[in-house]
């Protein structure tokens, strides 16, 4: 095992094959998004995305290339001096009350990519994804928590995902109450009423 999780950003002095829109400079600067799939041993399911929506490609790299890692957790209170932006605005306003809880968190998507390369990826309409790591179902009072990290964000579209360990859902999916819900392994997504369970 490499040890590295999803949305990990990764840095490799030799990366998956490149699409044509990514240029040699981008290559340089930008990390590579680690992604939820079954790869052989000592390799790593990676993404990579450029400045468009449209730009993404998926591709695999040698774990033994990975010369630097970003977690999500390492850019929780990190600095941007890019242009200011809702998603980025909204993640200075729900950062105490996700560091108030005492789990493992951190931004992903293009605020995690931005703190983490400085690239200009953000745009006005981008929103703020995060991960948040609960190896257990919260209790009462850790829902109530979250629901009020999900009240504070303004101005952009929050897609909080929650890491169970064995796989990834997102909040507000669970929150509404459906009796199963989408979880994201390395295996492939899953129906499931018990995301805290190993499939």
């Keep these: 095992m490499h040890g590295y999780q999803a949305h990990d950003l990764l840095w490799a002095d030799a990366s998956t094959a490149a699409p044509p829109w990514a240029s040699d400079q981008w290559l340089r600067q930008a990390p590579l998004v680690v992604r939820r799939a079954v790869t052989a041993p000592g390799r790593i399911a990676v993404g990579l995305r450029g400045l468009l929506r449209s730009e993404r490609h998926a591709g695999e790299i040698e774990a033994a290339s990975v010369l630097r890692c970003m977690t999500p957790e390492m850019l929780a209170g990190a600095p941007f001096d890019g242009e200011a932006c809702a998603a980025l605005a909204a993640l200075h306003t729900v950062a105490p009350l996700l560091d108030a809880t005492g789990w493992a968190w951190g931004p992903t998507g293009g605020v995690g ?86 499939a």
């Design 113 to 198: 990519f931005a703190l983490a390369s400085g690239l200009p990826v953000l745009r006005a309409d981008s929103d703020l994804d995060l991960v948040l790591r609960l190896p257990a179902p919260p209790d009462a009072v850790q829902m109530d928590a979250l629901r009020d990290i999900a009240a504070a964000v303004a101005g952009c579209r929050l897609d909080l995902q929650i890491d169970t360990g064995h796989g990834g859902f997102a909040w507000a999916e669970w929150a509404a109450g459906r009796p199963k819900i989408l979880l994201k392994t390395n295996g492939g997504p899953l129906l499931t009423a018990t995301p805290w369970e190993s």
